[in-house]
């Protein structure tokens, strides 16, 4: 009989012990089972033959053992199953309550509610246009100024950042993705809001003043809040997103294709305009479009400076107000059953809009994910 | 060559812009850090950390929001935390190649970005209704709802990124499947769900927008669970848009503490999975 160098004991009593404690390693957290303990004692003090009695115990007790670690086993993938189809259960749920919640609206407004301007707590008359022009103004405004912007930095990050600068930069960008909406909202009402209104705003009004439409967009007086500086925050709320996701999607380029077009002499910019981006396309699509939802659905930091009027302007710096704005300035105030479904139906339209925008999102960075991984 | 001047001249441009934008990006990150602790360092002091929630006009500190804040936020990663790391495992463990486990994903992506303020209301309709009064128990709800989809998604990728050959090796030892997953792939990945945890945390406590219909607020010392409760995102959203320079100053401070706790947490994380990668 060989054994392991430098060992001990008989083989047979090493492998029964090794046995022996891997058992117990694995009943003594889980299991207080004094049988096996004992038997883990018995096997030390015993030789190599148990009695007859002593091996049928031990037979049982390793079933019973087994059994309780197959219980364990399925009653795991059970719970993890479970916990899985909650996840499922939570969307679902969320739109149930939203449809439940917003049936009285339904039953007062029918489709009316979306193309009425109207938004009378006194007389119980909502409308849902106004929240709806200004979520989507204001996000439109978020894109012009995070998407180039984005872009700019992803083509920085990849193509053209010295390698060191290259970590603490999109750590830095990321860091901006994760700094709480309120932030943005109090630095966007006592820091951002005056500026526009001191420097930027009076600048647009006099400027534009004789231009046919844009006189139109920039009319009124600067308030500071309003449509353009929500919009503005919005853009610098999204840009992380829009950044980081971009940049992913350009490492995904084999970088034998970008050498190729190096190759055939093609300067850096040559390179991005006509291998990183037709390449990537779709996941950059992708890209914006979560930024897009995330503009959407930001409640914080456009409540603090949209300025919460309820009507539809053409121009872009007078106050305005949102979805989420509404929602969250006047639920808590709310009276009366029509007023609260309304709101909430104002929360279902919300939902409605962010779900299907983020859906096509995730389908096309589904689609580039499939691309890089095949 | 005017060919190759032009071509030139278009890549230096370029160039010039991406630089540009990167420093408009990092630009806003100095100019908010700088706004935040500029204002916010004026009114540090140990009052804000030992007294209550002032009265209009009055002087006070924040400390029954900051304990709402972290009483709620530990309530709702305790709750959502694991399950989301049930999920996870699910979907990476025993459900790889399932199309319940594509389905969830596609679903939980999109939970991931929703709109808090929905969720708020989600849980509004779910308990705060039915209840028939604001409580701090529904808030923490919000919050672990919030967490699920986020732990959810970093455990399930860093339990893809266990080998598979060392869960062969485990299940030819013998060991059961969930013994597999235990004692093997969660100690493998650790520190990733470690991280997981950390930015759910990060996430959880500057939310505002569902705390604002569900814990509500409350001025006082409060650690009853059944009624509403202050947290410091709803705070400073009440008191920023007061007209009382106390309040504001104490928005601004308590501003401060929130971006403060969740840089702190987010680096802590990314150390973190970095090491991981590094190794």
Same mark, same amino acid.
């Given at each position: 009989m060989r054994r392991p160098p430098g060992f001990p004991f008989p083989l047979g009593e090493w492998r029964r012990a090794a046995g022996l404690r891997m058992e117990m390693a694995l009943t003594e957290q889980t299991f207080e089972d004094p049988g096996v303990d004992n038997l883990a004692k018995e096997a030390h003090v015993s030789d190599i033959a148990l009695s007859g009695e002593r091996a049928k115990s031990a037979e049982i007790d390793r079933r019973q053992v087994l059994g309780k670690l197959g219980l364990f086993d399925r009653l795991?993938?059970?719970?993890?199953?479970?916990?899985?189809?909650?996840?499922?259960?939570?969307?679902?749920?969320?739109?149930?309550?939203?449809?439940?919640?917003?049936?009285?609206?339904?039953?007062?407004?029918?489709?009316?509610?979306?193309?009425?301007?109207?938004?009378?707590?006194?007389?119980?008359n909502f409308g849902a246009m106004a929240p709806i022009y200004g979520t989507v103004t204001t996000s439109l405004i978020a894109m012009l100024v995070a998407v180039p912007v984005g872009l700019g930095v992803a083509v920085f990050l990849t193509e053209l950042c010295p390698p060191p600068l290259r970590r603490p930069i999109g750590m830095a960008i990321e860091l901006l993705a994760g700094i709480p909406s309120i932030i943005y909202g109090i630095w966007g009402l006592f820091v951002l809001a005056?500026?526009?209104?001191?420097?930027?705003?009076?600048?647009?009004?006099?400027?534009?003043?004789?231009?046919?439409?844009?006189? $139109?967009?920039?009319?009124?007086?600067?308030?500071?809040?309003?449509?353009?500086?929500?919009?503005?925050?919005?853009?610098?709320?999204?840009?992380?997103?829009? @950044?980081?996701?971009?940049?992913?999607?350009?490492?995904?380029?084999?970088?034998?294709?970008?050498?190729?077009?190096?190759?055939?002499?093609? $300067?850096?910019?040559?390179?991005?305009?006509?291998?990183?981006?037709?390449?990537?396309?779709v996941g950059v699509i992708g890209g914006v479009m979560l930024g897009l939802g995330r503009a959407l659905g930001e409640t914080m930091a456009v409540t603090f400076v949209?300025?919460?009027?309820?009507?539809?302007?053409?121009?872009?710096? @007078?106050?305005?107000? $949102?979805?989420?704005?509404?929602? @969250?300035?006047?639920?808590?105030?709310?009276?009366?059953?029509?007023?609260?479904?309304?709101?909430?139906?104002?929360?279902?339209?919300?939902?409605?809009?962010?779900?299907?925008?983020?859906?096509?999102?995730?389908?096309?960075?589904?689609?580039?994910?499939?691309?890089?991984?095949? | 060559m005017s060919l190759y001047g032009s071509r030139r001249r278009a890549n230096i441009l370029a160039a010039a812009l991406c630089w540009a934008a990167a420093i408009f990006g990092l630009s806003w990150l100095v100019m908010i850090l700088g706004a935040l602790v500029y204002e916010g360092a004026k009114g540090l002091s140990p009052d804000v950390f030992t007294q209550m929630t002032p009265p209009p006009g009055g002087a006070g500190g924040l400390l029954n929001a900051m304990a709402g804040s972290l009483i709620m936020s530990v309530i709702g990663v305790a709750v959502g935390a694991p399950l989301g790391m049930l999920a996870g495992t699910y979907m990476a463990e025993y459900g790889r190649y399932s199309r319940l486990t594509v389905a969830i994903r596609f679903i939980n992506d999109i939970l991931l970005s929703a709109p808090s303020i929905v969720i708020g209301l989600f849980v509004y309709?779910?308990?705060?209704? =039915?209840?028939?009064?604001? !409580?701090?128990? !529904?808030?923490?709800?919000?919050?672990?709802?919030?967490?699920? %989809?986020?732990?959810?998604?970093?455990?399930?990728?860093?339990?893809?990124?266990? %080998?598979? !050959?060392?869960?062969?090796?485990?299940?030819?030892?013998?060991l059961p499947r969930s013994y597999v997953i235990q004692r093997v792939a969660y100690?493998?990945?650790?520190?990733?769900?470690?991280?997981?945890?950390?930015?759910?945390?990060?996430?959880?406590?500057?939310?505002?927008?569902?705390?604002?219909?569900?814990?509500?607020?409350?001025?006082?010392?409060?650690?009853?669970?059944?009624?509403?409760?202050?947290?410091?995102?709803?705070?400073?959203?009440?008191?920023?848009?007061? %007209?009382?320079?106390?309040?504001?100053?104490?928005?601004?401070?308590?501003?401060?503490?929130?971006?403060?706790?969740?840089?702190?947490?987010?680096?802590?994380?990314?150390?973190? !999975?970095?090491? =991981?990668?590094?190794?």
């Open positions: 795991f993938h059970k719970l993890t199953l479970s916990a899985a189809v909650l996840v499922l259960l939570l969307l679902g749920g969320v739109i149930v309550s939203l449809i439940q919640g917003s049936l009285p609206a339904i039953r007062a407004f029918g489709f009316g509610f979306l193309a009425s301007q109207s938004w009378n707590p006194v007389t119980d005056p500026f526009l209104q001191q420097y930027v705003q009076p600048a647009l009004i006099s400027t534009f003043a004789d231009t046919p439409v844009l006189s $139109t967009l920039f009319a009124g007086p600067p308030y500071g809040i309003g449509v353009l500086t929500a919009g503005l925050i919005l853009g610098v709320m999204v840009l992380p997103f829009v @950044a980081s996701i971009s940049r992913d999607v350009f490492e995904t380029v084999p970088p034998v294709l970008k050498e190729a077009a190096s190759g055939i002499g093609c $300067t850096t910019w040559e390179v991005v305009r006509h291998v990183v981006i037709p390449y990537t396309r949209i300025g919460n009027a309820h009507k539809i302007s053409g121009s872009l710096i @007078a106050p305005g107000t $949102t979805i989420s704005a509404t929602i @969250a300035n006047e639920f808590t105030e709310a009276v009366g059953d029509v007023y609260t479904s309304s709101l909430i139906e104002l929360g279902l339209i919300l939902f409605v809009i962010t779900f299907v925008v983020l859906a096509c999102a995730r389908l096309l960075l589904m689609r580039i994910e499939q691309k890089a991984g095949a | 309709e779910l308990m705060v209704a =039915r209840m028939g009064h604001f !409580s701090a128990i !529904s808030g923490s709800v919000a919050l672990a709802i919030l967490v699920i %989809p986020v732990v959810l998604r970093t455990t399930e990728d860093m339990l893809l990124l266990v %080998p598979g !050959s060392l869960r062969e090796a485990a299940t030819a030892l013998g100690r493998a990945a650790k520190s990733g769900l470690v991280t997981g945890v950390l930015l759910a945390v990060a996430r959880v406590s500057g939310e505002t927008a569902p705390l604002l219909f569900t814990s509500l607020n409350n001025q006082f010392w409060s650690l009853d669970l059944n009624a509403p409760m202050a947290s410091l995102p709803v705070v400073i959203f009440q008191f920023a848009l007061s %007209p009382y320079k106390d309040w504001q100053q104490l928005a601004w401070t308590g501003a401060l503490l929130v971006t403060v706790t969740v840089l702190v947490l987010s680096i802590a994380a990314r150390t973190l !999975s970095r090491q =991981r990668t590094s190794k």
